[in-house]
């Protein structure tokens, strides 16, 4: 027993220190300055006095709890410097996983042991969808921090309830529900587990407490849900990107939640696959082990079936509101629920009352328990060997596909230097064809930019006063080579930095009407590739 013991802790360190490898080498990639389009809000808003963000906040589609949190931390950092406020604003969404790492080693180590601990940090920070999140300035890193941190406080509440674990419950419960409304769906179902489990438990005396800590939640967050929905749904959004949903969108989410990044396709799908049957078969020796004659596992077994019920009740409540209200559920909206769900995994299998062993021998006579005991044992080992093992392949080539994408981006941002330092120009105006790129421009460069064909999204506008439409109304090729003519006979100094296809459409349009365009060069900013052309009026160029 205390060889198996030993070799558990000493697996669970190895786990600790393979997570800890991968979160301070996502530090080192904190230090790029590439940006994208929903990364722009989160810089924008952030430019605004605290009211005004809240404000703003309420009639977007997130909670304000994100935003005063990254604000409060680039208070600190020089203004004047792009590459810094990037920096200093990836960090800010590292932070979670470095609080993480803390949640692991003091209370799951202390509820779960050593191995389950060290695992729930490796496959946090390594499995499919989770590490991009460590340096993207978004609220997603601090959703599932706040949603983990719930789920855990809930374990302490139905095995200690103490005044402290409540009031982290709470705490954490309504800052997930301030930070992104799907983590408040899984903050719902956190709530929904601890009310199951003490009404199996019949632990009536913590009820009076339980409702209390809900009343609490309500009356904190209720005013400011009806203020936000209904400022919200009294805006019609012409551009609304939400796609409906279909029975696709559940492979969808499979694919999300699950799917590693192979360079093989077809390697990624089997993985998946093999991951999708391993939680299978936890949720059917979770149920085994609750109702089987002996009840091992206990509180450990229930937990581990709780910690599924967030990601599964943000997809059952996204479909439903997608159906029966608008569309609004979109697979990253998981994301705050992702860490509960390997949770699940590494109480299933860091626990020795959660065993392979225990589940297969329930199947078993008494007098062939005893003969097959060892056996068993043996099996268990190297069934969980086995999966740990799996791990390891999965998460270290997602995490290096990860990283590897992150420092090729770095390098892309560099070589893209030259392109801003010519946009950057005092009498510089800019003509863009992709709405996106318009926006992540503007904040690097805040020259006056217009957009061709495409209307700028008002948040943009409001956020970069600087961006354009380049022509009022709606708009026609007329109307736009009218408006770009102007700009150049003030002797501005006009650049199109033309994305996809369609630019070479463009450009003859441009050349028929008599403006001269000269491609300079091509650049990528994170996933934005564009070709730059300098644009002047040819005099001598006639309409064909």
Same mark, same amino acid.
């Given at each position: ?22 979160? =301070? ?26 009211w005004e963000l809240i404000s703003i906040t309420a009639r977007d589609v997130h909670p304000p709890l994100y ?14 410097? =792009? ?38 940090f490796f496959l946090t920070m390594s499995m499919p969808g989770l590490s991009e999140y460590t340096v993207e ?97 009294s805006q019609v959004k012409e551009s609304y990107w939400i796609q409906p949903v279909s029975l696709r969108t ?60 967030? =990601? ?79 791990? =390891? ?152």
């Amino acid at each position: 027993m205390k060889e198996k013991q030993s070799k558990k802790k000493l697996a669970g360190i190895l786990f600790f220190l393979l997570g800890a490898g991968m979160l =301070v080498s996502s530090a080192f990639l904190c230090v790029g300055s590439d940006i994208w389009y929903d990364e722009v809000f989160s810089l924008g808003l952030v430019r605004k006095p605290v009211w005004e963000l809240i404000s703003i906040t309420a009639r977007d589609v997130h909670p304000p709890l994100y935003y005063l949190i990254l604000k409060l931390f680039l208070t600190a950092v020089p203004e004047s410097t =792009v590459a810094m406020q990037v920096t200093a604003a990836k960090l800010v969404s590292w932070l979670p996983f470095l609080c993480m790492l803390l949640l692991a080693v003091f209370p799951i180590k202390k509820y779960f042991g050593t191995l389950s601990a060290g695992l729930f940090f490796f496959l946090t920070m390594s499995m499919p969808g989770l590490s991009e999140y460590t340096v993207e300035i978004r609220m997603y890193s601090y959703a599932a921090l706040f949603v983990v941190m719930t789920m855990t406080e809930a374990f302490g509440v139905l095995t200690e309830g103490r005044r402290r674990n409540w009031i982290l419950l709470t705490g954490a419960a309504l800052c997930a529900c301030y930070t992104h409304y799907f983590a408040c769906v899984a903050a719902c179902m956190v709530y929904l587990y601890v009310l199951v489990m003490l009404l199996l438990k019949k632990q009536k005396n913590e009820l009076r407490s339980f409702f209390f800590s809900a009343a609490v939640c309500v009356v904190c967050y209720l005013p400011w849900l009806l203020a936000a929905v209904t400022r919200q749904v009294s805006q019609v959004k012409e551009s609304y990107w939400i796609q409906p949903v279909s029975l696709r969108t559940l492979g969808g989410c499979v694919k999300f939640l699950l799917a590693p990044d192979f360079s093989s396709g077809k390697v990624s799908a089997v993985m998946a696959v093999v991951l999708f049957l391993l939680f299978a078969g936890e949720v059917l020796g979770d149920i085994f082990l609750l109702f089987s004659k002996r009840r091992n596992g206990g509180m450990a077994v229930s937990f581990s079936l709780g910690c599924l019920m967030p =990601v599964v009740g943000i997809i059952i409540f996204g479909f439903l509101a997608s159906v029966l209200i608008k569309p609004v559920f979109v697979y990253r909206y998981m994301v705050p629920a992702m860490p509960c769900m390997w949770l699940s995994l590494a109480v299933f299998l860091g626990n020795r009352s959660c065993g392979v062993e225990d589940f297969l021998t329930g199947w078993e006579s008494k007098e062939n328990r005893t003969g097959q005991k060892e056996k068993r044992k043996k099996a268990e080992s190297a069934v969980i060997a086995a999966v740990l093992l799996l791990f =390891v392949i999965i998460g270290g080539c997602d995490f290096r596909a990860f990283y590897g994408n992150e420092m090729w981006k770095q390098k892309q941002m560099k070589e893209a230097q030259e392109v801003l330092t010519k946009l950057s120009e005092e009498d510089a105006v800019t003509i863009f064809n992709f709405g996106q790129l318009q926006a992540v421009m503007a904040y690097y460069e805040g020259s006056d930019s217009y957009l061709w064909y495409e209307r700028a999204e008002e948040l943009v506008k409001e956020l970069f006063p600087e961006v354009h439409d380049l022509a009022e109304g709606e708009f026609t090729d007329e109307a736009g080579i009218s408006q770009l003519k102007e700009l150049l006979k003030e002797g501005r100094r006009v650049y199109f930095l033309g994305s996809g296809k369609a630019r070479e459409e463009i450009v003859a349009k441009w050349q028929e009407a008599g403006i001269s365009v000269r491609e300079d060069s091509s650049a990528m900013i994170e996933r934005y590739w564009f070709n730059l052309y300098a644009l002047t009026i040819d005099e001598e160029a006639k309409p064909r």
